[in-house]
T-cell receptor, first 114, second 113 residues
Framework: ETGVTQTPRHLVMGMTNKKSLKCEQH?????MYWYKQSAKKPLELMFV???????ENNSVPSRFSPECPNSSHLFLHLHTLQPEDSALYLC?????????????FGSGTRLTVV | AQKITQTQPGMFVQEKEAVTLDCTYD???????LFWYKQPSSGEMIFLIY??????QNATEGRYSLNFQKARKSANLVISASQLGDSAMYFC??????????FGAGTTVTVRA
């Protein structure tokens, strides 16, 4: 366990389904991130929350909707996804203006859209 | 433009030998941080080593060392005495002054017995 917990680990969903990914950290960090990792592509930053406010949305389609109810929890709500959205979704946390240890990542949710 | 470039998609290394993974970066920020992460097949990203742009010495963490050449904007990772458990994907990443972490495409390392 890294200190950042993601659930579920695996998710298969149809294109008309609605599901949510959950991320939880108890490291005392005040910034949280969603990354998408597709095959053979660099990790793509999707959303950044700092002090529970969204500070970055890298032009992510509206079918992905993040929610950060408090500094320890981050959700990614999914609806009407496309097959190309199948990927590993990684959550990370850090201390804003982090020291030299960068981000702490969760184990990811492997999403398959059918 | 790509901020982090890893030119080696995959590498094979014999057990107990050393392997060097290449990483070059592009930034105009005077202050930045460079990281290497390991990603096994299970998916989690494991922090390995960090180098600050103002650090005078190359970072070392156990069998990992970072060959930092600032003028050439390179931050190669050296894994010494490779073990079978080192087989994984390795990512180079950079944190700029905006605190965002950008990743390279990764290098797959396969350690042979």
């Amino acid at each position: 366990e890294t200190g950042v917990t993601q659930t579920p680990r695996h998710l298969v969903m149809g294109m008309t389904n609605k599901k949510s990914l959950k991320c939880e950290q108890h490291l005392g960090h005040n910034a949280m991130y969603w990354y998408k990792q597709s095959a053979k592509k660099p990790l793509e930053l999707m959303f950044v929350y700092s002090l529970e406010e969204r500070v970055e949305n890298n032009s992510v389609p509206s079918r992905f909707s993040p929610e950060c109810p408090n500094s320890s929890h981050l959700f990614l709500h999914l609806h009407t996804l496309q097959p190309e959205d199948s990927a590993l979704y990684l959550c990370a946390s850090s201390q804003d203006n982090p020291d030299n240890y960068g981000y702490t990542f969760g184990s990811g949710t492997r999403l398959t859209v059918v | 433009a790509q901020k982090i470039t890893q030119t080696q998609p995959g590498m094979f290394v014999q057990e107990k030998e050393a392997v060097t993974l290449d990483c070059t970066y592009d930034t105009s920020d005077p202050s930045y941080g460079l990281f290497w992460y390991k990603q096994p097949s299970s998916g989690e990203m494991i922090f390995l080593i960090y180098q600050g742009s103002y650090d005078q010495q190359n970072a070392t963490e156990g069998r990992y060392s970072l060959n930092f050449q600032k003028a050439r904007k390179s931050a190669n990772l050296v894994i010494s005495a490779s073990q079978l458990g080192d087989s994984a994907m390795y990512f180079c990443a950079m944190r700029e002054e905006n605190d965002k972490l950008s990743f390279g495409a990764g290098t797959t390392v396969t350690v042979r017995a």
